[in-house]
């Protein structure tokens, strides 16, 4: 009778709107996404152990928590019975979809949902389609037949048919077919009222053809849900025809947002998927220069100048722009002057130069935040500590003083700097170089009296060890800040 009387502890004492975001925060996992300005990551996932843990303490705690644990759902939908860690992601979705089967009470809590294909790898083991590990596309198919909450679709990895044979034959997985792929797309369409962001991610062997794409997405019509389109690897697959077909139906789609990467069409097949949305108000633009390495050449030389013409179409509406990893440095005849809905402009380093004779254009009336992302465009994408020098601040100092002169709205320049913690360069060039950010901070000092402000990611060099490096007197070698003088490799200093 006595210890019926004792109160509960104090947290359980709390109502659900105020214990309910206290248990989101202990288990959910921010996962970064490596050096992007605006995007967030697609997933916010919880950690299954906490999470768990909360869901066995009491039958509030399970109320409250089992919710957050099947929000966000990751399913391998085949994998090689030779590699434990794909086998072992195979066998978890595969109990994950009994879960769903038998208990239907489960189905409402997903909103996010990545449908993986893989490996990506080659696997001694030839593909079985009967197999319980290699072919689990029924899992996608259900999961987008029950789960009709879902608001984010990531579908990431198609591979194609493919037999390498050497000394040994080597089968890689051919999940799934470009049939397949229209059938999930269908799934979507017809069973997911609420999808707002669908992502579509593929690797080498694995192109994303953009006919085959707008067939399977043009049932959606403008009273739909879908803002937003991001894709990851268009192939060169498609015709004039394609594009004119694509352009026939300018201004049908819903969409608000597209973020394209790896995108190796040509201008045509870009302006028609451009001129799509009929109002576009986000446009994001990368194509890695890796790929021009190892990858499909794109078909056209884009700069900012073909940009220009085509998000031209859009300046009444546009609110984001982002371009990075272009072909061409130079801002050509890019021109946001006249873009009166801009919000945001974020732009690579190496794609505007640091020529000031045109930056005028870069300014647009009611811009309030400009990102500049000091990547290197090359292969590595790694910039170094002498990357953000005189010219990078004379320049940002140029774009500053004409919006301040210009009275325009903005309020915030955001610097992505990511410097490797070594260099090759030679001891006399290095005696030249000053720490990156005090120059960051000095510009920051200066404008910040018109109501600018200037941020930057945490610094990976310590002052420290910038003067070490620096004057450390080892020429035309990698030296790692990390290491002192004499864990330099003898050979490379004879070198």
Not at 28 to 44: I, K, M, N
């Amino acid at each position: 009778m006595e210890q019926s009387r004792i109160p509960a502890p104090t947290i359980l004492r709390l109502p659900d709107e105020l214990l309910a975001p206290v248990l989101q925060d202990s288990v959910h996992v921010e996962y970064e996404t490596w050096r992007d300005d605006h995007s967030e990551p697609f997933l916010r996932s919880c950690h299954p152990t906490t999470a768990r843990a909360l869901v066995s303490t009491c039958r509030r705690f399970y109320r409250l928590v089992t919710p957050l644990l099947y929000a966000n759902i990751q399913i391998q939908c085949n994998g090689a019975s030779d590699d434990d860690g794909e086998l072992a992601e195979a066998h978890r979705t595969r109990l994950l979809h009994r879960a769903l089967r038998t208990n239907t009470s489960l189905w409402p809590h997903c909103r996010k949902l990545e449908i993986a294909f893989g490996p990506k790898s080659y696997t001694k083991v030839p593909f079985d389609r009967e197999s319980p590990v290699h072919n689990l596309t029924y899992v996608a198919c259900d999961c987008l037949n029950w789960l009709t909450n879902i608001t984010e679709l990531c579908i990431i990895g198609w591979p194609q048919p493919k037999v390498l044979l050497d000394t040994y034959t080597f089968h890689i997985l051919v999940l799934p077919t470009r049939d397949d792929l229209l059938y999930l797309f269908r799934l979507a369409i017809g069973n997911l009222p609420r999808l707002r962001h669908l992502r579509l991610h593929t690797y080498d062997e694995a192109m994303l053809a953009l006919p085959t794409l707008h067939t399977g997405l043009s049932g959606f019509k403008l009273d739909a849900s879908l803002r937003t389109l991001d894709l990851s690897g268009i192939t060169h697959v498609g015709t004039n025809e394609d594009w004119a077909s694509i352009r026939a139906q300018a201004g049908t789609s819903p969409l608000t947002g597209l973020k394209l990467r790896h995108f190796t069409q040509g201008l045509q097949a870009l302006e028609a998927l451009v001129l799509w949305p009929a109002k576009l108000t986000s446009f994001d633009f990368s194509l890695p220069m890796s790929d021009h390495y190892s990858g499909e050449g794109p078909l056209t030389p884009y700069d900012l100048g073909v940009m220009q013409r085509i998000l031209s179409h859009h300046k009444k509406s546009l609110s984001f722009i982002r371009l990075q990893e272009l072909l061409h440095e130079g801002l050509y005849d890019f021109d946001v002057t006249d873009f009166h809905s801009l919000k945001t402009l974020s732009l690579g380093h190496d794609t505007t130069g640091t020529d000031t004779s045109s930056i005028n254009k870069l300014v647009a009336p009611n811009c309030d935040v400009f990102c500049w992302n000091m990547i290197f465009e090359d292969q590595q994408h790694g910039e170094d500590l002498g990357s953000f020098a005189q010219p990078e601040e004379d320049w940002l100092r140029a774009f500053a003083h004409v919006a301040i002169a210009r009275k325009s709205a903005l309020r915030h320049i955001k610097v992505i700097y990511y410097p490797e913690p070594y260099g090759y360069v030679d001891f006399e060039a290095r005696k030249t170089f000053e720490y990156p950010w005090d120059r960051m901070d000095r510009l920051a000092h200066e404008i910040q009296t018109h109501g600018i402000s200037l941020s930057y990611n945490v610094p990976t060099t310590s002052r420290e060890q910038f003067e070490a490096w620096r004057s450390e007197k080892v020429d035309g070698v990698f030296f790692n800040l990390v290491e002192t003088s004499d864990q330099v490799d003898e050979s490379d200093q004879e070198d």
